[in-house]
């Protein structure tokens, strides 16, 4: 059975992707960071996230998969994201198709 966990800029799937369609796995779960474009990520930012995905996946191993605990790593997932944000290391993508600063108002520094 297929599992899912979507949060606002997460999404998780007892899946893998083969020739762009999901394909359910028991074995492997597929992250989908930020799939609405809402922040610019350089490849270091992104590799902190798949790491830490990583990290909360080894912490939850020998428990059962559901929905709860795939939401409980979603969720860890987007404070993480949004401590990279705050830490400016990602930043909100002012050409996105949607505008709503989901995770606090953008930090603007100051003209002199």
């Known amino acids: 059975m297929l599992l899912k966990c979507t949060t606002r800029h997460i999404r998780i799937y007892t899946a893998q992707v083969e ?6 796995s028991e074995n ?3 992250l989908d960071i930020d799939p609405d ?3 610019n990520w350089n490849e270091d930012a992104l590799q902190k996230m798949y790491h830490k995905f990583d990290d909360l996946v ?3 191993s020998g428990s059962d998969l559901t929905e709860y605990n795939l939401r409980r790593i979603g969720s860890d997932l987007e404070h993480f994201m949004r401590s990279l944000l ?3 290391q990602i930043s ?9 600063y989901s995770m606090g108002l953008p930090q ?4 002199t």
């Open 37 to 39: 474009n809402e922040f």
């Open 92 to 100: 909100y993508n002012l050409e996105s198709r949607v505008l709503n």
């Open 28 to 30: 492997v779960l597929t």
């Open 19 to 24: 020739n762009d369609e999901l394909v359910e």
């Open 86 to 88: 705050q830490s400016s």
């Open 108 to 111: 603007v520094t100051p003209s």
């Open 58 to 60: 080894e912490a939850y």
